[in-house]
C-alpha cells in the first residue's frame, strides 16, 4: 500500500523559516503530481503548491515568493522551504501524491504554528 509521510512541522516565530518533508513509498504507478495543501482550524484545505513531474510548479498567491516546493523523483521525496512565515500560515500541511493512474494519496499531516 502506498505510504506518504510527512515531518518537519514545528512552532516558529514570525519571520522565521521552516522545511517540510515528504516521502512516498511503496509505489505501484509512478508518481505524476506531487503537492503540498494546508488546512488551517474552522478553514478548508487549500492549495499551497503543485508540482507535475517535468513541468513547472505553482503556487498559492498567499505563497509566492515565501515558499519553494522542490522534489527529487528517483527517491519520489518533496521538500517545502518555507520563509518569511507568518501567523496565517499556521495550519496543518498535508503532502499529496497523485500517480500515473490518478490515484491520490495523502500524509497524515504536520502541523505548523507561527506565533510572536
Known amino acids: 500500500q502506498v505510504q506518504v509521510v510527512e515531518s518537519g512541522g514545528g512552532l516558529v516565530r514570525p519571520g522565521e523559516s521552516l522545511r517540510l518533508s515528504c516521502r512516498v513509498s511503496?509505489?505501484?504507478?509512478?508518481?505524476?503530481?506531487m503537492a503540498w495543501y494546508r488546512q488551517a482550524p474552522g478553514k478548508e484545505r487549500e492549495l499551497v503548491a503543485t508540482?507535475?513531474?517535468?513541468?513547472?510548479?505553482t503556487y498559492a498567491d498567499s505563497v509566492k515568493g515565501r515558499f519553494t516546493l522542490s522534489r527529487d523523483n528517483v527517491e519520489d521525496r518533496a521538500e517545502l522551504v518555507m520563509s518569511n512565515l507568518k501567523p496565517e500560515d499556521t495550519a496543518v500541511y498535508y503532502c499529496?501524491?497523485?500517480?500515473?493512474?490518478?490515484?491520490?494519496?495523502w500524509g497524515q499531516g504536520t502541523q505548523v504554528t507561527v506565533v510572536s
Open positions: 499529496n501524491a497523485r500517480d500515473i493512474g490518478y490515484n491520490s494519496y
Open positions: 511503496e509505489i505501484i504507478f509512478s508518481i505524476n503530481v
Open positions: 508540482n507535475s513531474r517535468g513541468g513547472t510548479t
